[in-house]
């Protein structure tokens, strides 16, 4: 029995055409790309698994429109007083019980923490803050809070064939 193994070349134009079209929208139909590629639906199919086969596709990731979800995005700067790692413990694991707080970065400089906060008023939104404050005052010195309005789709990778969907 003959065995043909056919090896998947990622650098031909199909599948970086299907990196560049997810780049630009990372949700877009397979039935879609085809169309564009002029392509069938099977080729992009099989073109895409290969993609994440070899891990040249890690994931795919969306943008929420915080409006039409009726809720208002913030991300609120923590300046720390003192580091306390116990306390620090807490804090985090308050973030992370808390159904408001969706995201706890640490970082450094002026501000040691970014907490991301979806809400869906400024009223809940200072009222969490307040008790934020009251809660870990031993450990805050400030807070700044700053509204998302936009978040625009960032890619640290070119978009090779930008004109695909124009």
């Known amino acids: 029995m003959n065995v043909v193994v056919v090896s998947f070349d990622v650098t031909t134009d199909n599948p970086r055409k299907i990196i560049s079209l997810l780049l630009q929208d990372g949700r877009m139909e ?3 790309m085809a169309r564009i590629l002029c392509v069938s639906t099977g080729l992009v199919h099989k073109h895409y698994y290969r993609l994440v086969e070899k891990g040249v596709i890690t994931k795919i990731t969306y943008t929420p429109n915080y409006a ?29 019980r808390h159904p408001h707080i969706v995201n706890y970065i640490q970082i450094m400089g002026n501000w ?8 869906e008023t400024n009223d809940a939104l200072r009222e969490l ?14 807070l700044q809070k700053n509204e998302v309005y936009h978040i625009d789709k960032f890619t640290q990778m070119a978009v090779e064939y930008p004109n695909l969907t124009s």
Do not use: N, P, S, W
């Open 30 to 32: 397979f039935a879609r």
């Open 68 to 96: 039409a979800l009726g809720l208002k995005h913030f991300r609120v700067l923590v300046q720390i007083l003192r580091y306390d790692k116990v306390r620090m413990d807490a804090l985090y694991h308050y973030a992370a």
């Open 112 to 119: 040691q923490l970014i907490l991301e906060i979806e809400i």
């Open 129 to 142: 803050l307040r008790d934020i404050r009251t809660e870990f005052k031993d450990l805050i010195t400030d």
